[in-house]
């Protein structure tokens, strides 16, 4: 997991000493320690984000999927998730398996600690988040209640 951008500096800087003895992190906005919260992407995720990516003819190192929550749904709060050309000023940034995600801050208190998949069955394909906040879902699993 890696921390992209002079953004993600502020939730470590209180830790720095201890997790750089620790061997977990060279500079603030490199690696995070384990304790740091985050996003998981699963590698099906990746390798689906990774492709959906290069289809647009937007580079994976720049690019990568916008997640977010807004409100609406059938339990007041949905998912929303776009393909992006690059991060925005205040976004928090994850990657995991050579993918991106970008997640606004207001978004992030109700993603902190999901993990984002990707499944494809006979029933259903697409993107299934595992979010540890959510009281509640729908049966749809696009809506949650935090």
Do not use: W
């Not at 953004?7 to 995070?32: C, D, F, N, W």
């Not at 995720?45 to 290069?54: F, T």
Request: glycine letters at 12%.
């Amino acid at each position: 997991m890696r921390f992209v951008g002079a953004q993600h500096a502020a939730p470590v800087l209180g830790k720095i000493g201890a997790v750089r003895r620790q061997g977990y992190l060279k500079m603030a906005t490199e690696v995070a320690a384990p304790s740091i919260a985050k996003i998981h992407l699963t590698e099906r995720a990746a390798q689906k984000i990774r492709a959906l990516l290069e289809k647009d003819g937007v580079s994976p190192e720049v690019g990568g999927l916008r997640v977010g929550v807004q409100g609406g749904g059938c339990s007041g709060l949905s998912y929303a998730m776009r393909l992006d050309t690059q991060a925005r000023d205040r976004d928090k940034i994850f990657e995991e398996f050579g993918a991106r995600i970008f997640v606004d801050p207001k978004s992030f208190l109700y993603l902190n600690g999901t993990t984002l998949e990707y499944e494809e069955t006979l029933m259903r394909q697409g993107f299934v988040f595992q979010n540890p906040n959510a009281a509640r879902n729908c049966g749809c699993g696009s809506s949650f209640t935090a």
